[in-house]
């Protein structure tokens, strides 16, 4: 019960810090070597009781522990959120994610409807997400493509914001590194986990944010501006939220690109054709190579 609470305290710790503008990975890096320190204290036993890495000092303990625990991660889960960072950034670079987010978005404008249109803006967003695993690769692009729509159709600026924030909130997809790490605790592929584990739930969640978009940024405009807490000026598209787009053109044909590692870890999976085991590690590289190869070309 008492690991329960340290955890709970941490967690609070750690919110605490990021509110206070502390960068989120020493936060969180602090916060972790505190609770260790909490466990080594309190615990009869030594962290590293019987371990051949123990330093026989407690204080050198928890350094070992958390070195021991990095080891262990970077090998599996951290080599494939390093691949899937460089795939995404290197397709960022080349203006595929540009060209994807346009084709995508190019429907929502022919929806007039302005709180429609903000749900199914969400919606297309947390679609994109599973391709794209970038939050702030995927906001900035929402932000340019997406967010002058909401406003032109007669969305406020919050509630379109509001709307572009939640878009990656699911963390859905193989690439996404929750997905990879609760796929290795289930001894299952992460495309296994994403089609068996996380669709059936994902179309529910999906539908009842978008319909709560819907419903509640309509509510809250409506009444906001009634109040006078909004003006007509929050409902126009201003230059403070302009953003420099710094993204390269490309052809549409790159849009493609995302979606490659996803069709691979599909294709050579339990679902179309095991004769093959195609890692995702592996389907990241193989995309990363074929788009190099195309780029070059081109």
């Given at each position: 019960?008492?690991?329960?609470?340290?955890?709970?305290?941490?967690?609070i710790?750690?919110?605490?810090?990021?509110?206070?503008?502390?960068?989120?990975?020493?936060?969180?890096?602090?916060?972790?070597?505190?609770?260790?320190?909490?466990?080594?204290?309190?615990?009869?036993?030594?962290?590293?009781?019987?371990?051949?890495?123990?330093?026989?000092?407690?204080?050198?303990?928890?350094i070992?522990?958390?070195?021991?625990?990095?080891?262990?991660?970077?090998?599996?889960?951290?080599?494939?959120?390093?691949?899937?960072?460089?795939?995404?950034?290197?397709?960022?670079?080349?203006?595929?994610?540009?060209?994807?987010?346009e084709?995508?978005?190019?429907?929502l404008?022919?929806?007039?409807?302005?709180?429609?249109l903000?749900a199914?803006?969400?919606a297309?967003?947390?679609?994109?997400n599973?391709?794209?695993?970038?939050?702030?690769?995927?906001?900035?692009?929402?932000?340019?493509?997406?967010?002058?729509?909401?406003?032109?159709?007669?969305?406020?600026?919050?509630?379109?914001?509001?709307?572009?924030?939640?878009?990656?909130?699911?963390?859905?997809?193989?690439?996404?590194?929750?997905?990879?790490?609760?796929?290795?605790?289930?001894?299952?592929s992460?495309?296994?986990?994403?089609?068996?584990?996380?669709?059936?739930?994902?179309?529910?969640?999906?539908?009842?944010?978008?319909?709560?978009?819907?419903?509640y940024?309509?509510f809250?405009?409506?009444?906001?501006?009634?109040?006078?807490?909004?003006?007509?000026k929050?409902?126009?598209?201003?230059?403070?939220?302009?953003?420099?787009?710094?993204?390269?053109?490309?052809?549409?044909?790159?849009?493609?690109?995302?979606?490659?590692?996803?069709?691979?870890?599909?294709?050579?999976?339990?679902?179309?054709?095991?004769?093959?085991?195609?890692?995702?590690?592996?389907?990241?590289?193989?995309?990363?190579?074929?788009?190099?190869?195309?780029?070059?070309?081109?």
């Amino acid at each position: 019960m008492f690991g329960i609470i340290c955890v709970l305290l941490g967690v609070i710790l750690v919110g605490f810090l990021i509110v206070k503008r502390y960068y989120a990975p020493w936060s969180l890096f602090l916060v972790g070597i505190i609770l260790l320190a909490v466990m080594a204290t309190i615990s009869p036993e030594p962290l590293l009781h019987g371990a051949k890495s123990a330093t026989k000092s407690a204080f050198f303990d928890v350094i070992q522990y958390f070195t021991n625990q990095s080891k262990s991660i970077l090998v599996g889960l951290g080599l494939n959120i390093m691949i899937i960072s460089g795939f995404a950034d290197y397709l960022d670079k080349i203006g595929a994610t540009r060209s994807m987010v346009e084709i995508a978005a190019k429907p929502l404008s022919y929806v007039k409807s302005p709180y429609l249109l903000l749900a199914l803006a969400y919606a297309l967003g947390q679609l994109i997400n599973v391709f794209i695993p970038s939050a702030v690769g995927l906001g900035v692009l929402m932000m340019l493509m997406v967010y002058p729509l909401l406003i032109s159709v007669g969305c406020s600026n919050v509630a379109a914001v509001a709307c572009i924030i939640t878009m990656s909130a699911l963390d859905l997809g193989p690439a996404s590194a929750n997905s990879i790490l609760t796929a290795k605790l289930a001894s299952i592929s992460p495309m296994e986990y994403f089609v068996d584990g996380q669709i059936p739930v994902a179309i529910v969640t999906v539908i009842a944010v978008a319909a709560t978009h819907f419903f509640y940024q309509k509510f809250m405009d409506k009444r906001d501006l009634a109040s006078g807490k909004l003006t007509a000026k929050d409902f126009e598209l201003h230059s403070e939220f302009e953003v420099k787009d710094e993204r390269k053109s490309a052809p549409k044909i790159y849009a493609l690109f995302p979606v490659l590692p996803i069709v691979l870890l599909f294709i050579f999976s339990k679902f179309v054709y095991s004769g093959y085991r195609v890692e995702l590690a592996t389907a990241m590289m193989t995309c990363t190579l074929f788009s190099f190869l195309v780029d070059l070309s081109g």
